[in-house]
């Protein structure tokens, strides 16, 4: 619970207009002007999920691709939809199989193993997909670097349509290629799942029952996949979300009923820690087909035992992670200093599972506050996943090492690779030294940035039911965090067998409402010690025995600076009095030390950001 907090300055009347002509409260909206939503119609249509009605014919080769796929209809050539085998390119082979089914087609699936194909389009897979006789192979959440594979495709007589959101490489397939790289698409953020929406869009229409029908499917991938949930992405993540929680798929249903989710309370959270973790786990440990089956399933019975081998599957992927994730530790804490201080960690063992690599990666990362590539080796070669923090390029800093790789692919946040195994101790020392070079110590610290500052007083229901307008939540559109400076934490106790920590929050003898700090539980000591905390939280709605209470989810605790008293004792006296009795050199100090994020001795008078923090909070001791 180390750390810093942050702030943005945001624009004060823009926020008070919002308020006024939304009916928000001050606190609402000074997230929504902090969050770039200054303008009243474009917070209306943030807060509205509005679709933004992006023409899908300007993704890629849209036009040709449709020409394509209705030929091949027309002349009855059986079209294999060739996807992936997480969440993203799972969904992304339901949604093509549902909507090429609507328009006729004779249509076939492929899902490659993770163990035995590897990720993407492999030539012997397009090879047995030619003897088969599939005339069109219409690739999902995959396909923009297999250059060679689609070319070899051709050669024996099928055509090839890629669809893919990941980054491609210098030279691109020829064939139709509908992807959010290379395109003039205004938006190009959408996930795999999301780019067939968009074909199913060009293809039946944008308000055809089925392309409505299946925005479940696109809720979840978008969710799953991690990409920013603003724009077209909120919309779509949005209407799916709700779609999601009537769905009448069996096997989504009897999925809901095993990950213990209410659709009555379902969101993104919902998703990204029950639903998602499941459907993955097929793919990370055997065979992603179970996951896809139980989507495309009608049989209710058939729905329930694919649902029961799921969570079967999910609870050995939990056994196996927390395994890895000790021995990863194990392997951190014995590396000699020198090491150890690295921006950039490598780390590989043969008997790792590389189905999980990938998660384990993402959880040294928050603990370790670094990027981190984890290698496992295995019956088909030695492969890497890995995982990055907000300031470092991943895929940029495999790209400077690629000497050292036999293939890579991903994006700025996460990637994965192959490598020969004599050249791994290379890799590592070179992506150690390139994250040096990068990465400076202030970018290793955990930044906690905040949404607004308030009081105690200000945490109500109302309050979180507002918030949950902004939702749903993940990245480029984060849960919102609230900050209560200088509190108490009163009657600090574990929960859950010591792993949690549950406290009352009191600031300036105002009880502010109970908080919990998920793992955490080891903090208890440093609460029960005298002192104060600036809380960093999520206000939520606590359901339980039919009731709903507010409910302050911690995510960070910070020591109160000493520097607050000594604000108080320059400028309490003012304070005191009221502001309507300051004289005009009390108000200039004022907006030096606070209010006017230019002035320059706002940087050097004692905690000026802090002082602001205490302002917008009304944390300095008014006058009765």
């Known amino acids: 619970m180390t750390g810093v907090w942050t702030i943005a300055p945001f624009d004060a009347p823009a926020a008070a207009a919002l308020a006024r002509e939304l009916d928000l409260s001050e606190v609402t909206a000074s997230v929504l002007a902090r ?3 200054g303008d009243v119609e474009t917070a ?13 014919s300007l993704l890629g080769d849209m036009a040709l691709a449709v020409e394509r796929i209705r030929d091949a209809i027309a002349s009855s050539k059986r079209i294999c939809v060739h996807g992936a085998y997480d969440v993203d390119g799972i969904c992304a082979t339901a949604l093509a199989v549902l909507l090429l089914r609507e328009l006729g087609a004779d249509v076939v699936w492929h899902l490659p193993s993770r163990f035995e194909e590897g ?35 051709k050669a024996l007589g099928m055509d090839v349509i890629v669809t893919d959101h990941h980054r491609p490489g210098d030279v ?24 067939v929406h968009k074909l199913g869009e060009a293809l039946l229409g944008p308000d055809h029952p089925a392309v409505r029908r299946n925005l479940d499917l696109v809720a979840l991938a978008t969710v799953a996949d991690v990409v920013p949930l603003v724009d077209e992405n909120r919309a779509l993540a949005t209407a799916g979300l709700r779609a999601l929680a009537c769905n009448r798929r069996p096997g989504l249903q009897a999925l809901m009923r095993n990950a213990r989710v209410d659709p009555a309370t379902l969101d993104a959270s919902s998703i990204g820690f029950r639903l998602a973790p499941r459907i993955n786990a097929a793919g990370r440990l055997c065979r992603p087909d179970i996951a896809l089956e139980l989507i495309l399933t009608e049989d209710p019975g058939r729905a329930k035992e694919l649902a029961e081998e799921l969570e079967v599957l999910n609870r050995e992927r939990q056994a196996v992670e927390d395994r890895i994730l000790r021995e990863a530790i194990d392997l951190v ?21 590389q189905g999980v690599i990938g998660i384990v990666a993402s959880r040294l990362v928050e603990r370790f506050h670094r990027p981190v590539v984890l290698v496992a080796g295995g019956v088909d070669g030695w492969k890497g996943s890995g995982r990055s923090i907000s300031s470092f390029d991943l895929h940029g800093a495999l790209a400077a090492c690629s000497d050292h790789l036999e293939r890579f692919g991903g994006h700025r946040a996460a990637a994965g690779l192959s490598i020969d195994p004599l050249r791994i101790e290379a890799f590592a020392e070179a992506f150690g030294a390139h994250a040096d070079s990068v990465l400076d110590e202030g970018d290793l610290a955990p ?49 859950g067998e010591g792993k949690h920590l549950r406290f009352r929050v009191r600031q300036h003898g105002h009880d502010a409402g109970t908080a919990i700090a998920f ?16 809380v960093a939280f999520r206000l939520k709605q606590n359901h339980w025995n039919g009731t709903v209470a507010p ?25 005191r009095q009221g502001e309507e009795a300051w004289t005009p050199e009390a108000r200039r100090i004022f907006v030096e030390l606070g209010l006017d994020p230019t002035s320059p001795a706002r940087r050097q008078l004692l905690e000026s950001e802090t002082f602001r923090a205490l302002l917008e909070a009304e944390a300095l001791p008014r006058a009765a």
């Open 35 to 37: 969050r770039g939503y």
């Open 44 to 56: 209306r249509s943030f807060l509205d999920a509005a679709l933004p009605g992006h023409d899908p």
């Open 119 to 153: 990720y993407g389009v492999s030539s012997e897979t397009l090879a047995r997909l030619a003897d088969d006789g599939v005339g069109l192979v219409l690739t999902v959440d995959c396909g923009i670097t297999a250059v060679q594979e689609i070319a070899e495709a």
């Open 172 to 195: 691109l397939p020829d064939c139709p290629i509908v992807a959010t790289r290379p395109s003039t698409y205004p938006f190009p953020e959408l996930c795999g799942t999301g780019v």
């Open 333 to 353: 804490e014995s590396l000699p200093e020198v090491k150890r201080r690295r921006r950039g960690y490598v780390l590989w063992h043969e008997g790792w599972h």
């Open 447 to 495: 930044v906690t940035p905040v949404d607004a500052v308030v009081s105690g007083r200000d945490l109500t229901l109302p309050l979180a039911q507002e918030l949950e307008r902004l939702a749903p939540f993940g990245l480029g559109n984060p849960d919102v965090t609230l900050l209560v400076p200088a509190c108490e934490a009163v009657d600090p106790t574990t929960v």
């Open 519 to 534: 793992g955490q539980g080891s903090q208890v000591d440093r609460l029960r010690a005298e002192g104060r905390f600036d």
């Open 551 to 575: 409910q302050l989810v911690v995510r960070r605790l910070f020591d109160t600076p000493e520097s607050y008293e000594q604000i108080r004792d320059l400028l309490g006296g003012y304070w």
